[in-house]
């Protein structure tokens, strides 16, 4: 769902409340970042775009391979096209992560350091796209919902899951990883809470969640998103301990 629909000079501009709720999260976080003082103006602005290049390709590639494969090998173009919709959150976390290295390496700061940093203010922009998916409609939950805040689509009811992602993986794990800086930090500690936390919200979700269209129920009556979610909660538990263990 557009904002709003213009041509200017020719050029159709139609911005998406994901989008910009998503342009939002950014902004928030790298002001966040900024107040923190942990990197000069030039080299913060430098990560959020090594970051934002993380996401888009990231999350592109993630649904691509993930989510519909066969599609786009039939269709190799279609997978440049980001606006006919298909972002993976997986995918993307894998593309943050190589773009968070590569920063590092280039411009030799302390990788551990620069994820705790950037995981500790994802979760605003994960909220708020969740806010955008249920403007435009999507990720919808369960038919026949009667309750509050449901979307209408098609003359069918369906359960605002959307929501409830924005509560649990925006505001919930935000509150998590903000509580756990501020007590017995060590490198690695927030990076390793964000995967372990958001598997465990994103897996509980997708209960309530209609499952992707084209791939349905998978191994164990698991969705793609549910299966996906659980090698983050495994990697983030070893990862956790991995990493305190090597701070004494």
């Known amino acids: 769902m557009t904002i709003f629909s213009i041509t200017l000079f020719g050029i159709h501009i139609a911005p998406s409340w994901y989008g910009l709720m998503y342009a939002l999260g950014f902004f928030i976080g790298y002001w966040i970042l900024k107040r923190r003082k942990i990197l000069s103006d030039v080299e913060l602005e430098s990560l959020i775009f090594y970051v934002f290049i993380g996401v888009l390709i990231g999350g592109r590639l993630g649904y691509v391979l993930f989510y519909n494969l066969p599609f786009y090998l039939a269709n190799p173009l279609e997978i440049i096209q980001t ?125 309530v969640r209609i499952p992707d269209v084209g791939l349905g129920y998978l191994t164990f009556g698991l969705t793609m ?21 090597n701070a004494k």
């Not at 590569?102 to 995981?119: E, G, M, V, W």
């Open 225 to 245: 998103g549910q299966i996906l979610s659980i090698p983050m909660i495994i990697i983030g538990t070893i990862l956790y301990f991995f990493f305190k263990k």
């Open 83 to 207: 606006w006919h919709g298909g972002m993976s959150f997986h995918g993307g976390v894998i593309g943050v992560i190589i773009a968070m290295i590569l920063f590092s390496q280039i411009n030799r700061k302390p990788f551990l350091i620069i994820a705790d940093h950037i995981t500790s203010v994802l979760p605003i922009g994960l909220g708020l796209g969740r806010i955008g998916n249920y403007l435009n409609g999507e990720l919808l939950g369960f038919a026949n919902y009667t309750g509050p805040l449901a979307v209408i689509k098609n003359g069918v009811s369906y359960f605002p899951s959307p929501l409830l992602e924005a509560t649990l993986e925006g505001v919930v794990l935000f509150m998590i990883l903000f509580f756990l800086r501020q007590k017995n930090i060590f490198p690695g500690k927030i990076a390793a809470s964000f995967l372990f936390w958001y598997g465990i919200f994103r897996f509980s979700v997708e209960f």
